[in-house]
């Protein structure tokens, strides 16, 4: 529908190369504005010689983060304008050839909610534009 995403925050267990490739199309089709990426650390211990392709794919005009922490949340937050969306379920980036659930929801406090912790994350466990990183994840989330 030539929709411009203003905010794409990505928060997953893994994620394939196929998903990037989207991504991608995604960013130089200038569909979204900028994409955030948290990914699991299990995930990058399994994969870090991923980490260039997903850069160079990825890390275009300065509108790109990826971040790698303790999580195994699958959120997708979006923002379009004032329009703002909290997806969530059992389904990681990568095929899996299962039957996953998924559920949308119009909720722009559930997506202020999310945001707000993801936007923690990506500030103290990004990998590009690193921000010095502090104590453990939870105090971080919490402030405690």
Not at 11 to 37: A, F, K, P
Not at 63 to 73: E, L
Not at 74 to 100: C, F, P, Q, W, Y
Request: aromatic residues 10%; glycine residues 4%; negative net charge.
């Amino acid at each position: 529908q030539n929709v411009l995403i203003d905010d794409l925050t990505l928060s997953t267990l893994s994620i394939s190369q196929d998903n990037v490739d989207s991504l991608h199309n995604l960013i130089v089709g200038d569909y979204v504005r900028e994409l955030n990426i948290v990914v699991s650390d299990y995930w990058y211990s399994h994969n870090r010689r991923n980490l260039p392709y997903i850069y160079e794919q990825l890390d275009v005009a300065d509108r790109f983060q990826f971040a790698v922490a303790g999580i195994h949340t699958k959120i997708t937050l979006m923002r379009i304008g004032d329009r703002k969306r909290v997806m969530h379920g059992a389904a990681n980036l990568r095929s899996s050839r299962s039957v996953e659930n998924f559920v949308i929801e119009t909720d722009p406090t559930g997506y202020d909610f999310h945001r707000a912790w993801h936007q923690t994350i990506l500030d103290h466990y990004g990998t590009i534009r690193k921000a010095v990183r502090a104590s453990a994840l939870y105090d971080l989330i919490t402030g405690e």
